[in-house]
């Protein structure tokens, strides 16, 4: 039976407050409160400004080491790429992640590629780059092209041990297909909510703004049975954090996969 990991992606959002957290709470405490309801934790926030072990040093501790993590990389190594500077980048990333690696609470380093990344040869050079810079570490790819959905690719992270991450998004033509595809011990679920009418139009918060029905949730369920039947490890992260809607979706979903999996 698969090990199942579930949580969302970042959790430091105040107005959670009322959702997820008291209203009251400092958010310094944000975290040991969420570690109450979730195993694991997506943190996005390392997307945005480049991360140091300190800082994840002192995330084990706020969590008690009760949280594992899997950490979106730095922009610099996805969307903003300099072809003579982002090895130095990913140095830099790869000294920050040693505190979770070495305390065995790192679950995956998320490389989200913008939808511009196609399937071309520059970009698989670089990606071919990118996971040789940063072996050792357990890795997950999330394309946002359509062209990358093909047996080739599938092979590939076969043979490396990449991890194939599935999105449940709009069902817009160049935004891949939600497929059960398991290409290493682990899995890895991204739910980024349905909201077609501002996925191209919104800004960071408008287009993850959706909040999926107990029915929508239920009919993942055999979904989700399935890639169990070849994965060893479950990530199962919600993305979709306006209103505090992630929350209310992860705490559904891990009722409903209580069946399927072990963990808490």
């Not at 997820?20 to 694991?40: G, I, K, T, V, W």
């Not at 706020?62 to 140095?91: M, N, P, Q, Y």
């Not at 970009?123 to 093909?150: C, K, M, N």
């Not at 349905?194 to 191209?200: E, F, I, K, P």
Request: glycine fraction near 4%; aromatic fraction near 14%.
């Amino acid at each position: 039976m698969a090990t199942f990991y579930i949580g969302t992606s970042g959790y430091d959002y105040p107005d959670w407050r009322g959702v997820l957290y008291p209203q009251e709470l400092p958010r310094e405490q944000f975290l040991a409160c969420y570690a109450d309801q979730f195993n694991a934790l997506e943190l996005n926030y390392t997307y945005y400004g480049m991360p140091e072990a300190k800082h994840m040093d002192a995330m084990i501790k706020r969590s008690g080491s009760r949280l594992h993590f899997s950490v979106k990389a730095h922009r610099s190594l996805t969307h903003d790429i300099s072809l003579s500077k982002w090895r130095d980048e990913a140095a830099r990333f790869c000294e920050a992640m040693r505190p979770l690696q070495e305390r065995k609470l790192l679950l995956s380093i998320l490389f989200q590629f913008p939808e511009s990344f196609h399937y071309q040869i520059d970009e698989r050079r670089y990606l071919d780059d990118l996971v040789r810079t940063f072996a050792g570490f357990p890795l997950t790819i999330e394309f946002r092209h359509a062209s990358w959905q093909q047996d080739r690719v599938y092979q590939a992270f076969r043979k490396k041990g990449l991890v194939w991450c599935i999105t449940d998004m709009p069902a817009l033509k160049t935004l891949p297909a939600q497929l059960p595809v398991v290409t290493a011990k682990s899995a890895y679920i991204r739910f980024h909510g349905r909201n077609a009418a501002q996925w191209y139009r919104g800004n960071a918060t408008t287009r993850y703004d959706y909040q999926y029905s107990d029915e929508e949730l239920s009919r993942f369920i055999p979904f989700m049975e399935t890639i169990c039947h070849t994965a060893q490890v479950v990530q199962v992260y919600f993305n979709n954090h306006a209103k505090g809607q992630a929350v209310v979706n992860a705490r559904k979903m891990k009722i409903l996969a209580q069946n399927i999996f072990s963990g808490r």
